[in-house]
């Protein structure tokens, strides 16, 4: 009785510290990070370039992070946040199509995500679909957030679309 409680202690610790490692390493270069993570952290960098007037290294950020972006998605597929990641970069490499249907694959996700509503909003702005703009304005009108002031400022035009 007393080996068999040892062995299945032993075997739960065991199975516990392989789990642990084999989800806590990223192909043993240390930097455990998601793509997704990643993403971000370069779409922060590029939006701070794009600020500084700094377009080729933005745009080189946008790129690096559209691919991990797309490396995520394919990983794990249909998280609104990552399509609205993919609708951005992609919207700011100059595709708009493109970037119109991750907005709109994350929408069929998430109809009221903030950040998605508030990019598409600024594509349609882009696009001179000012009446599609201003129908995403109305999905975020009750969300009492910063989204919704950013795009009501574009859409009147007293802001420039800074993404």
Same mark, same amino acid.
């Given at each position: 009785?007393?080996?068999?409680?040892?062995?299945?202690?032993?075997?739960?610790?065991?199975?516990?510290?392989?789990?642990?490692?084999?989800?806590?390493?990223?192909?043993?270069?240390?930097?455990?990070?998601?793509?997704?993570?990643?993403?971000? !952290?370069?779409? &922060? *960098?590029? =939006?701070?370039?794009? @600020?500084?007037?700094?377009? +080729?290294?933005?745009?080189? !950020?946008?790129? &690096? *992070?559209? =691919?991990?972006?797309? @490396?995520?998605?394919?990983? +794990?597929?249909?998280?609104?946040?990552?399509?609205?990641?993919?609708?951005?970069?992609?919207?700011?490499?100059?595709?708009?199509?493109?970037?119109?249907?991750?907005?709109?694959?994350?929408?069929?996700?998430?109809?009221?995500?903030?950040?998605?509503?508030?990019?598409?909003?600024?594509?349609?702005?882009?696009?001179?679909?000012?009446?599609?703009?201003?129908?995403?304005?109305?999905?975020?009108?009750?969300?009492?957030?910063?989204?919704?002031?950013?795009?009501?400022?574009?859409?009147?035009?007293?802001?420039?679309?800074?993404?």
């Amino acid at each position: 009785m007393i080996k068999k409680i040892f062995v299945t202690i032993f075997l739960i610790i065991f199975v516990s510290v392989n789990a642990y490692s084999a989800g806590s390493s990223d192909g043993g270069s240390g930097d455990s990070k998601s793509n997704y993570d990643k993403a971000i !952290s370069l779409v &922060k *960098a590029a =939006k701070k370039h794009e @600020k500084n007037g700094k377009i +080729k290294k933005a745009n080189k !950020s946008y790129k &690096k *992070a559209q =691919k991990l972006l797309l @490396k995520s998605n394919s990983e +794990k597929p249909n998280k609104a946040n990552t399509l609205n990641y993919l609708g951005f970069t992609t919207r700011k490499l100059g595709d708009y199509e493109n970037g119109e249907k991750y907005y709109l694959q994350g929408l069929a996700i998430n109809p009221n995500h903030n950040g998605i509503n508030e990019y598409l909003g600024e594509l349609y702005v882009a696009t001179n679909r000012i009446d599609l703009a201003k129908e995403r304005l109305q999905v975020l009108e009750s969300c009492n957030c910063k989204e919704f002031d950013e795009l009501k400022a574009v859409i009147d035009g007293t802001k420039k679309s800074k993404y």
